[in-house]
């Protein structure tokens, strides 16, 4: 029988090798996971006796080089995702076998990514892979949050439980991320009426009434002048400059982000920001929390669990924040004491997840943190709107003032002096 050599990682996130006798890679990957580990490598030992068969090397967590880097499918649409988890979740719970349910899901789906990535997903699992293997192949359709709750499900037996926790995650997440976006379209849609306005007046409005001003021959007051030029610079182009100038921050922002110490730059410019920086803090503190208590409520090692967290936080001081607790936990410490001299976090915060880790519930605690901080989140959304409304209005009243006074300043002034 052929001897395979295998990595793997264990249940605290180790990394372990050894060799284990088989018939074939699918089996030798099947002993090695029944051992409680996570194949990630599984080669036959040279000069080992297999038959007819040539030695191949095979890959548990990453996709063989040529055909099958071809077939990855690309990103799938949350909502699509959300429902396909919890339709999968409805049928393990049912009892039906996993590739009976991903065959039916599939023929369920309209023609797109998704449909073609369960396709694949299917014949990888009817050739011999786990759930969490086949997903795996495709990162951009399944993330690596995604694929290691589906892993904890098949290891611990409740993938069924498991993936209802995981499409009530992302549930969540979607509903967080619509209520901010709602509330953000009404003011933005009034600043961009308003500077349209007031782009048409300098335009078109402002230029004839120079016109009659020079008929006047009469010295204009400061304000009328200052206007006047800002008319004549928007006329010579001045608009493109201003229209230019949001995809010269988006271009600058996507440099930044190509380093790392760019991208900690413009995060933490972004948290400084008032009232809005206070909203990015609180919504990544909200995510950490609840992918990281969703994470190790499924029973993903908590190493593993803080690697993901860490990935997926959104914001560069948070991930920071996190892979130092992830080195600090390998020494034996505890998550509330690196946490708490990151200082990114408020120390209600800590003292939850200190009382979590004391009574063994840390991942009951971490959703209270996320539910109280996106509350909070809302309050604070809810809050700005209310204020920017009145701002707003205000502000687009002293602008069409200002053009009003500095129009008719020169004509008052012409008037007087006919009366004089």
Do not use: C
Request: no cysteine; net charge positive.
């Amino acid at each position: 029988m052929p001897t395979f050599q295998y990595e793997a990682m264990n249940n605290v996130g180790q990394a372990v090798k050894g060799t284990v006798d088989a018939a074939s890679s699918e089996e030798a990957i099947a002993k090695v996971r029944s051992m409680g580990n996570f194949p990630t490598k599984i080669r036959e030992k040279a000069g080992s006796k297999s038959g007819a068969k040539k030695p191949r090397a095979s890959s548990a967590a990453a996709p063989a080089a040529g055909g099958q880097r071809r077939r990855r499918v690309g990103k799938v649409s949350t909502k699509l995702l959300t429902t396909f988890t919890r339709q999968l979740s409805t049928l393990q719970d049912a009892g039906l076998p996993i590739l009976r349910s991903l065959r039916i899901l599939q023929e369920q789906q309209k023609p797109g990514t998704l449909r073609v990535g369960l396709r694949l997903v299917a014949e990888d699992v009817e050739g011999g892979k786990s759930l969490s293997e086949a997903m795996g192949q495709h990162p951009k359709a399944f993330d690596r949050l995604y694929t290691n709750m589906v892993r904890a499900g098949e290891l611990g037996g409740v993938l069924d439980v498991i993936l209802q926790r995981l499409a009530d995650f992302m549930e969540r997440s979607q509903a967080l991320r619509r209520k901010i976006i709602g509330a953000m379209i009404y003011p933005s849609a009034v600043i961009t009426f308003a500077l349209l306005i007031v782009t048409g007046l300098l335009i078109f409005i402002v230029p004839k009434f120079q016109t009659i001003f020079s008929d006047m021959g009469e010295s204009l007051p400061g304000p009328t002048l200052m206007l006047l030029g800002l008319s004549d610079w928007m006329v010579d182009g001045g608009y493109l400059h201003i229209l230019l100038f949001p995809l010269a921050l988006f271009i600058l922002a996507k440099i930044l982000r190509k380093s790392d110490a760019g991208a900690m730059l413009l995060d933490r410019f972004k948290l400084s920001l008032p009232i809005m920086g206070k909203i990015i803090g609180k919504s990544s503190v909200a995510r950490f929390s609840r992918t990281l208590g969703t994470l190790l409520a499924a029973g993903v090692p908590i190493l593993d669990a803080l690697t993901i967290t860490a990935d997926t936080a959104g914001n560069e001081v948070y991930t920071k924040a996190l892979r130092n607790v992830r080195e600090s936990i390998r020494e034996g410490e505890s998550i509330a004491k690196p946490l708490r001299q990151a200082k990114v976090v408020d120390p209600m915060v800590v003292n939850m997840i200190d009382v979590g880790e004391e009574t063994g519930e840390l991942d009951k605690m971490l959703e209270k943190v996320a539910d109280t901080y996106e509350d909070e989140v809302e309050t604070l959304v809810a809050g700005m709107v209310s204020l920017l409304e009145p701002v707003m209005v205000i502000t687009l009243g002293v602008i069409v003032g200002f053009i009003v006074v500095a129009l008719f300043m020169p004509m008052v002034s012409m008037i007087s002096a006919v009366q004089g």
